[in-house]
């Protein structure tokens, strides 16, 4: 669990960041919460320890939301404008009728944005303010979440007395902190690899136009070693860590290392292996992890519509080959991503791991504080969760 403060700094034009907490993760698995209060405790200590550094008492905040609840989809809307120019308001009632058409019983939008329009029988079009016509159409991505799965997220986040500005779906977050706007413009799918799942983020044309979950991360790969290798859960993180890779190597198979075993009567006997058999029990989860994506990525015709661009971040992507082994599998040229426009981030926060957190600070800084906080906004999540709480608590 991580959390980032930090400020607008005028002179720079860009954020830097004065605080980060960090703690493990419980209480919440595949983006589910299983454990509401462990899940409270991790948020509170990641909290707390961001703002020891800082001085300040953290109130509002940006979450990112992930897990295969979240289901993606493309629609189309129209309006009569009778001939007249575009408005901003013509863009608002395209959105609101987008998502009112999304909105099933159970589900809720986490995230609703026209990727273009068409007006009258002009197509992509950006921007139509301005532009006269009668028919605008807005072809939306909208993104919905299981709204009991929202729910128990938000709850968590108020018992810890935090004030949610926005909920950001986890591949569009790492997609505004990795991403240069060449990519974003001309195509790239954005893969972060996190503990219990990994997200997959489709961008063209500068927006995110589709979104992905498949229900397997790193967290994985640190169980098999703890079966494979017969150590506690700890040991085999700290040893993937360390030792662990997504290829062999020439000398996997001269390099010994210390395995501590959890033998009889809780005490630890420590044998010795080769790094190859590490080796061998990472890289089939890491190759059943890419055929996921590779066949998720089939399935839903997105494969080809991002060229041969390819970035992968966070936690997991870390390990030595990862790249290397995703290359070969996706067939696609593929790079690590880091964060990127943001200042301020020491060793180990500019790293893949903090991907989704420096890009919920990015959503943050491009939105428009009035859009944000206004009630009369249908499609606005902060509008959603105050709805929620006023509606069931």
């Known amino acids: 669990m991580a959390c980032i403060i930090s ?57 990112s939301i992930s897990g295969t609840h979240l289901l993606s989809e493309r629609v189309d809307v129209s309006i009569n404008i009778s001939g007249s120019s575009v408005s ?21 939008v986490i995230h609703a944005a026209p990727i273009n329009f068409t007006l009258d029988h002009t197509k992509n079009i950006r921007d139509p303010r301005g532009m006269y016509g009668k028919l605008l159409t807005g072809h939306m991505h909208i993104i919905t979440g299981s709204r009991s799965v ?19 779906p986890s591949a569009y977050a790492s997609g505004l902190a990795t991403l240069v706007e060449d990519e974003m413009d001309l195509g790239v799918t954005v893969i972060d690899f996190g503990g219990g799942s990994t997200d997959i983020g489709i961008f063209k044309d500068g927006d995110l136009i589709h979104a992905e979950c498949i229900p397997v ?43 501590p075993q959890i033998g009889d009567h809780n005490t630890e006997v420590t044998f010795q292996t080769k790094r190859s058999r590490i080796t061998s029990i990472i890289q089939p989860r890491v190759e059943e992890i890419f055929e996921l994506i590779y066949k998720r990525l089939s399935e839903t015709n997105t ?42 981030l020491g060793d180990i926060t500019n790293s893949p791991a903090f991907s989704t957190c420096t890009g919920l600070l990015t959503f943050a800084l491009r939105q428009n504080y009035a859009a944000i906080t206004n009630q009369n906004s249908q499609h606005n999540i902060f509008a959603k969760v105050s709805s929620w709480f006023k509606e069931y608590f």
Do not use: W
């Open 7 to 63: 400020e607008y700094d005028s002179n720079l034009e860009a954020l830097k960041v004065i605080g980060v907490g960090q703690h493990g993760s419980k209480g919440i698995k595949k983006g589910l919460v299983t454990n509401m209060e462990a899940l409270e405790n991790s948020i509170l200590n990641a909290v707390h320890k961001a703002e020891k550094n800082t001085g300040l008492t953290v109130k509002n905040i940006f979450a």
């Open 88 to 108: 901003e308001y013509d863009i608002n009632r395209l959105i609101n009728q987008g998502t009112s058409i999304s909105m099933e019983s159970d589900y809720d």
């Open 217 to 259: 991360g790193s967290y994985h790969i640190t169980n098999d070693l703890s079966k494979g290798l017969g150590s506690s859960i700890k040991e085999a993180e700290r040893i993937k860590t360390l030792y662990g890779s997504a290829i062999t190597t020439n000398e996997d198979d001269k390099i010994m290392i210390d395995i």
């Open 150 to 168: 929202v729910r128990n997220l938000v709850t968590c986040l108020h018992r810890c007395h935090l004030s949610i500005q926005g909920l950001i």
């Open 303 to 344: 494969i080809n519509l991002t060229g041969r661009r390819i970035v992968i971040t966070g936690g997991g992507s870390q390990l030595p080959g990862f790249r290397e082994l995703s290359a070969n599998i996706l067939n696609k040229q593929v790079r690590l991503g880091k964060p990127l426009r943001i200042y301020g």
